[in-house]
């Protein structure tokens, strides 16, 4: 019995970090589906043919196999990223989770996992993860949600996801338990020195290369450590520019609320009039010119408020240096953090090795697509490490099947 395989079904798959964690574990994935046509293409070259490239809001549940065990859907995170600060319950990638709410309903697998971003948990004043939780209770499923921490659990990186576990077999939800920390009964986190430190000082390049006896693939990232961001060319006083639109409002007979309701802002313009507590700001160039015309103030402040230039961002400014003493701060779909050699971004191979992916794991597309794979990704230690633990409950739930089973049989 130990040596059956449950099957797996997997949504919003991307390029199989955490498929991949859930077939170490013995599991089967039979099919799986992304939209994303390079992650498909690098799902394909390193795990299987049954992923399917297409829209899941169109493709019908009849077309999806019946009688799998589990489902799995790491739901798209972009409207729910505390990155995004515009996130929204009217973004419409926020309810892609009803497509696994359609899938569950339809096919009844004895387990679900879903898995989003942490800024799930405080959108809406928490009343996205409540509605989200009771949709899923809704279709008979036992429920429960944790917050992890991959590095927790021997990833070296220390990134949190949230992780919601359902099944309508009665059984228990199971969440893994912390192997790794800073207690003593821990064993100690893995550094990014210990997962990345032996490519430091290898030539990054665009085809694979033996190091040490071992083909590297992937060992490539972008050089672009000095950043630049479109800042003021001339410096400003905020006191003096504040002092200045005050005079300015005042003689125009604007109040600070009509100011608001003309740009459609909420606050945003109050702060232009402020400079109690340093919490006043100056217009960028457009609101400048927009505030001109309804204000009427003279060109004093023109020049030095409107003129930009290109600036470099510091590596301190960035604060996204990696620590070769620590795990990594959290692997991103937009950009790599800075090498600590500071002549490179982190390499693709580097990010998939802190996103546990196996050196053998080649990605397809553009630098960034690759980059954007791994950071979508679910870290595979941490996916195989929950798929042990619902495995132990299937595995517990047939046993005991079986031993009634044949009970009855006797009778």
């Known amino acids: 019995m130990d040596n059956k395989k449950f099957k797996v079904a997997s949504l919003f ?35 299987g043919d049954h ?19 589990i489902l799995l859907g790491g739901f798209p995170c972009q409207g729910f990223s505390i990155a995004n ?15 696994m709410l359609r899938i569950i309903k339809d096919k009844r697998p004895k387990y679900f996992l879903a898995e989003n971003v942490k800024g799930l ?124 639109l005050k005079y300015w409002r005042a003689k125009s007979g604007w109040s600070t609320k009509r100011v608001d309701e003309h740009f459609g802002y ?34 004093k402040y023109d020049q030095q408020v409107t003129e930009l230039e290109l600036k470099p961002i510091t590596f301190e400014q960035s604060l996204r ?11 991103t779909a937009t950009g790599p953090e800075i090498h600590p050699n500071r002549e490179r971004r982190m390499s693709v191979r580097e990010c998939a090795l802190l996103q546990t992916f196996p050196m053998d794991f080649e990605f397809i597309g553009s630098l960034g697509n690759q980059y954007k794979q791994i950071g979508n990704a679910v870290p595979v230690l941490m996916a195989h490490k929950i798929a042990e633990e619902i495995k132990k409950e299937l595995q517990l739930h047939d046993q005991q099947a079986n031993r009634k089973t044949r009970i009855e049989v006797l009778k």
Not at 52 to 65: A, V
Request: some cysteine; proline content about 4%; aromatic content about 12%.
């Open 13 to 47: 798959s991307g390029c199989g970090g955490l498929d991949l964690g859930f077939i170490q574990s013995s599991f089967e994935v039979v099919w799986a589906n992304d939209f994303f046509r390079e992650a498909v293409e690098t799902y394909k070259q390193n795990i």
């Open 321 to 331: 240096i990696n620590n070769w003493s620590t795990p990594s701060d959290t692997i």
């Open 121 to 244: 948990l405080s959108m809406q004043k928490g009343k996205v993860i409540e509605m989200i939780i009771n949709d899923f209770q809704s279709l008979g499923y036992d429920v429960d949600y944790r917050l992890l921490k991959a590095s927790d659990y021997g990833v070296p990186q220390h990134r949190e996801r949230v992780v919601i576990i359902g099944n309508r077999l009665g059984l228990k939800n199971p969440f893994p338990k912390k192997s790794h920390g800073n207690d003593e009964e821990l064993l100690p986190f893995v550094s990014t020195k210990e997962a990345v430190g032996f490519l430091s000082k290898a030539r990054i390049r665009d085809k694979s290369f033996i190091l040490n006896g071992q083909r590297i693939f992937n060992h490539k990232a972008r050089t672009n450590v000095h950043d630049k961001f479109w800042g003021r060319k001339h410096q400003v006083n905020q006191h003096d520019i504040c002092d200045y």
């Open 266 to 299: 909420a606050h945003t313009a109050g702060h232009w009039f402020r400079k109690d507590n340093n919490s006043g700001s100056i217009p960028n160039p457009s609101d400048w010119w927009e505030l001109k015309k309804i204000l009427g103030f003279d060109d």
């Open 85 to 99: 600060i515009k996130r929204s319950m009217k973004d419409e990638r926020n309810f892609l989770y009803k497509e």
């Open 51 to 69: 992923i399917i490239l297409g829209d899941i809001t169109k493709i019908p549940s009849n077309e999806i196999p019946d009688h799998f065990d």
